[in-house]
């Protein structure tokens, strides 16, 4: 029984450990005066690497997704005679959760593991210990870039997203399912609002751009240095992630859309 | 040492960012037509105004003159006052224009309608229009049926 109280404690405390851990990576990575040039090229290399090669997932699912919408949501209106409303509910879902949401999943699957990984092989190989030897900061140097990477990749992923989806939901609604395409588009402008909903959902994809990425790049950073290390970081990573945008999502809609 | 490659997909993802921010503010959310326009605001007073919301359709013979921006409760008069901002094209409502709210469908959302009169003087910004015709509650013209029915027996 004492043993079991030991336990909770001990596992509580390695909690607040890590998560004191990762703030501090997250401050001194970002705080603090860096080169601008230098990082800014290397910011550009990495958002390469997260943003433009998670853009043929990023539309495809959009697509789909938006596709989907379309069938679901007309089958459904037909029944009540008002497939007009089908723009206003693919347009609004997309903007308001699942173009930020699935986006940040995505995000965190395709290039959140590819960060950690990458982080977490530097570690194994003892290039971050090299980094400090020659008196470089690794933080600063490997850390910082790839944060800034990921908080400006995701928000515009998810713009993408969203547009491709609303799209998707024009063609399979307007195109097949012969929808009119004047009461489509006109509902939807006039139900979606800039600032409530497209806006609101760019918030909360920056949101979880800082979430998915911060948990990649501290998973990568504070692994254990084996190969086993690495595989579990990487796992951790996309459980946490996921959960984390879950999570923030329910209460950013709280607070964004809960009084209306 | 620096790829040119890499340096023209970055800055076309980051463009295409753009254009698809553009594409959800005209196309998607419609901000041009809600914000450019100059508008002038009238209140209308009604007795009830039950499922107006704010940002319903304020029209005229079908065409969409403007939106409601705000619904609150007069105390002295003891009515509804809808207030209306009214796109500044269509300023030649005359001042014994009535509102009525109607409804788009059976079951669809509420709108305001206004029908204008013979009046040669026009409403300008802050007018109130007291000539309305409040909406049409399907509770009571239920039970107003249910009760008609019953008393012809």
Not at chain 1, 148 to 177: D, R, T, Y
Not at chain 2, 81 to 86: F, H, K, N, Q
Request: charged share 15%; glycine share 12%.
């Amino acid at each position: 029984m004492i043993e079991r109280i030991r336990g909770l404690g001990r596992s509580t405390l390695v909690q607040v450990g890590d998560l004191g851990r990762a703030s501090l990576l997250l401050f001194q990575a970002i705080a603090g005066r860096s080169q601008v040039g230098v990082h800014w090229r290397l910011t550009i290399d990495q958002i390469y690497a997260v943003g433009v090669l998670s853009l043929s997932i990023i539309i495809v699912s959009g697509l789909f997704i938006g596709m989907v919408l379309g069938l679901q949501g007309y089958t459904i209106l037909a029944d009540y005679g008002s497939e007009q409303a089908l723009g206003q509910m693919v347009a609004l879902s997309l903007t308001r959760e699942l173009g930020p949401v699935v986006t940040a999943l995505l995000f965190a699957g395709r290039a959140g593991s590819a960060l950690t990984a990458e982080i977490g092989l530097m570690k194994a190989t003892e290039q971050l210990a090299s980094l400090e030897m020659i008196g470089v900061d690794p933080l600063r140097r490997v850390v910082a870039p790839r944060f800034w990477a990921g908080v400006i990749s995701l928000p515009i992923l998810s713009l993408i997203f969203v547009s491709v989806g609303c799209l998707g939901g024009a063609l399979v609604g307007v195109s097949w399912l012969g929808v009119d395409a004047g009461s489509f588009w006109a509902n939807m402008q006039a139900s979606v609002d800039f600032w409530n909903d497209v806006f609101n959902g760019i918030i909360k994809s920056v949101v979880f751009a800082v979430v998915v990425t911060w948990i990649a790049v501290y998973q990568g950073y504070d692994l254990v240095p084996t190969s086993e290390g690495i595989a579990r970081a990487t796992t951790r990573t996309v459980v946490y992630a996921s959960l984390a945008v879950l999570c923030f999502d329910f209460f950013l809609t709280a607070v964004m859309f809960g009084e209306v | 040492m620096y790829s040119r490659r890499l340096e023209l997909s970055v800055g076309a993802f980051v463009v295409l960012g753009a254009i698809c921010l553009a594409f959800l503010a005209l196309e998607v959310s419609g901000l041009t037509q809600a914000g450019r326009q100059d508008t002038y605001r009238i209140t209308a007073r009604f007795d009830n105004v039950a499922g107006l919301t704010t940002r319903a359709k304020v029209s005229a013979a079908g065409v969409t003159v403007g939106r409601v921006v705000g619904i609150r409760y007069d105390a002295q008069t003891a009515g509804a006052m809808v207030e209306m901002d009214i796109q500044s094209d269509f300023d030649a409502f005359s001042l014994d224009t009535t509102a009525s709210i109607l409804t788009a469908g059976l079951l669809g959302e509420k709108y305001i309608g206004l029908s204008i009169g013979g009046d040669p003087d026009v409403l300008v910004d802050g007018d109130v229009i007291f000539d309305t015709q409040s909406a049409v509650v399907l509770e009571e013209l239920i039970g107003r049926f249910l009760m008609n029915s019953g008393s012809d027996k």
